[in-house]
């Protein structure tokens, strides 16, 4: 099926949607108006294709439709398609990503409507879209030395990738483990794939960094070292020159940290988050670094990777990395909530919440719809949750290490850490034993 929608997709080109547009306006020729008339009813009679992906362009025919964009809209699924022109008896739209969940051979069956002056009309026909997800391999090559090299991304190598963020303007922040040295030769490299280039930011670290925070105003990424109270800063508003400060105890505070892991951005009050190993959660102002105390006792013993959710921004979801398992804090009410797995019992197993399992979960990221995507390092694979706690592989061999590109049913991981979302929902993950950035598209 995949393959035949896909032969369907390449010849309903532009040109295609060209001469149809110009034969509609060629049967116009003789009617007084393709204006919309309000005392006549709006007819549907078919659209094609009648399946398809994200960008599938889609003729809807009728009548009465009008000529005036602003006053129509097309749904599918109940989600937004583009309305690039009208001619009165078609419309031209493009299908939006993704409009809803899929079943397990990632179909969604999705009605179709139009909206034309504030009413809607249904098609009795739906549009069986199909989910393709597909990784391929940013830059990197398994194996090769710990000096970085740079410039076009065929020609970029580097050390163990970790953790990975990424601006406004898909500039992909990634931090680099040394294979050699603990505190030496830790690097952060940016990767864009847009201009086909990287850069090495920072040649030297000295202790590793982890996990790259990226405020809101999508230009200055906020990066922790592994230990103490050191942390870096960089932005792309100043050429990307980095900073490294430290955090400082607010007045009556005391600041104990062994070891920290993320920095996550609340956008309720503008503090940046920042949990030790020991299982205490600090706040800090990102202008000055002060920091004072949230909560004690949250997981103490165990690293872990956080992110605010971005429909409800005072929920902060923390992946547990040594106790294999997914909760949720409140910064408002201190609720602390398991989400998904079982704390303290590492395995594998898609199923809804508790059922779940994971083994060594690490970044996690939530795309707007408030969907989790994580990295479960030591399974190999990529995780999704849903916000009401169902747990899937999204795609990798649970168990199987290895490097391969392609669909779920064959590509392969090798202990991936890092994962970042960028504003058109692709996904790069940060493939930690095969030294490289993957990408990883959903559709």
């Known amino acids: 099926m995949n393959n035949l929608f896909k032969r369907k997709a390449l010849s309903f080109g532009g040109a295609v949607v060209a001469m149809a547009l110009m034969a509609a306006c060629g049967e116009d020729k003789d009617q007084p108006s393709g204006t919309y008339n309000p005392n006549l009813p709006v007819e549907l009679t078919d659209f094609y294709p009648t399946e398809g992906g994200v960008a599938t362009q889609i003729i809807l025919n009728g009548k009465n439709f009008g ?56 098609y009795e026909s739906r549009f069986d879209y199909h989910i393709q997800t597909v990784v391929t391999t940013v830059c990197g090559i398994k194996d090769a030395p710990d000096e970085v090299s740079t410039g076009n991304l065929a020609q970029t190598t580097m050390p163990h990738v970790t953790y990975l963020a990424v601006d406004k303007d898909n500039n992909i922040i990634a931090s680099l483990r040394n294979r050699d040295s603990y505190y030496n030769n830790n690097k952060v490299i940016l990767v864009n794939e847009d201009e086909d280039q990287s850069r090495l ?51 009556g505070e005391t600041l104990t940290f062994d070891f920290k892991h993320s920095i996550a951005m609340c956008t309720v009050n503008g503090y940046m ?18 920091a004072s105390l949230v909560d004690n006792g949250l997981m103490s013993g165990s690293d872990s990777y956080m992110c605010f959710s971005q429909k409800n921004p005072s929920m902060l979801y923390i992946a547990y990395t040594n106790n294999h398992c997914i909760y949720s804090y409140d910064i408002t009410t201190k609720r602390h909530t398991l989400i998904a797995g079982v704390s303290g019992k590492p395995g594998y197993l898609d199923g809804n919440g508790s059922a779940a399992q994971f083994h060594s979960p690490r970044q996690l990221i939530l795309d707007s719809n408030d969907d989790m995507y994580i990295a479960d390092s030591e399974n190999n694979v990529i995780r999704k949750v849903t916000p009401d706690g169902k747990v899937s592989t999204v795609i990798g061999q649970a168990g199987e290490a290895g490097y391969r590109d392609g669909s779920p049913e064959v590509a392969l991981f090798d202990n991936p850490y890092g994962v970042c979302i960028n504003k058109e929902g692709i996904i790069y993950i940060g493939d930690f034993n095969n030294q490289c950035i993957r990408r990883l598209a959903i559709e």
């Open 201 to 251: 930011l920072i040649p030297d670290t000295g202790a590793p960094l982890n996990q790259p925070c990226m405020l809101d105003d999508g230009n200055t990424v906020y990066i922790p070292t592994d230990n103490g109270l050191d942390y870096w800063t960089m932005s792309s508003e100043n050429m990307w020159s980095p900073m490294k400060q430290s955090l400082k105890a607010e007045a």
């Open 273 to 290: 988050y920042i949990r030790a190993k020991n299982g205490i959660l600090y706040r800090f102002d990102p202008l000055t670094g002060y």
């Open 67 to 122: 000529t005036d964009l602003s006053k129509i809209k097309v749904y599918v699924n109940d989600r937004p398609a583009a309305v690039i022109s009208s001619v009165g008896e078609k419309i031209y739209a493009i299908c939006p990503r993704k409009p809803g969940e899929g079943d397990e051979n990632g179909l969604i069956e999705c009605p179709v409507s139009v909206e034309i002056d504030g009413k809607r009309y249904n």
